[in-house]
């Protein structure tokens, strides 16, 4: 019995002492990608597989303005960049789904920064085509 009551001191000791953080800690330069259910309002962009303009379903999206997640469904590690680099999904294993982030209002265009020939879009809010892919990321 006293052993019992003992560890059940020791874990809210650790439950206590790990929930009292002043949530002063450090942001990680690159988000992590996760591996759990995306939230349910947030668009999910898939990644077949590294194929060119073909490489993520769908594509473009109807995305423009809204939370976007990025799920690997392909067997090897991506990581999914906006060719203005504003947003970096960081590396993405197989399985694994990007944290949500938020696509801009007018569109835009993206790229994995690993396979840079796979290219995806995002089109506006309003529905208009996404704007002009500009860079080296772009079908010529």
């Known amino acids: 019995m006293r052993r019992v009551l003992a560890a059940a001191i020791v874990l809210l000791a650790l439950a206590l002492i790990s929930c009292g953080g002043s949530g002063s800690g450090s942001t990680p330069s690159s988000p992590t990608p996760s591996s759990t259910t995306p939230p349910s309002a947030a668009v999910t962009i898939t990644i077949v597989r590294q194929n060119g303009a073909q490489s993520f379903s769908p594509n473009p999206a109807s995305a423009g303005g809204q939370m976007v997640v990025f799920r690997n469904a392909d067997a090897i590690l991506h990581r999914v960049r906006l060719n203005d680099a504003s947003i970096d999904t960081g590396d993405l294993p197989p399985g694994a789904t990007s944290r949500a982030v938020q696509m801009p209002a007018g569109g835009t265009n993206y790229h994995c920064s690993i396979h840079p020939d796979m290219i995806g879009a995002v089109n506006a809010a309003s529905g208009a085509p996404p704007?002009?892919?500009?860079?080296?990321?772009?079908?010529?």
Do not use: M, S
Request: glycine share 10%; charged share 20%.
């Open 131 to 140: 704007p002009t892919c500009q860079g080296p990321y772009c079908d010529d």
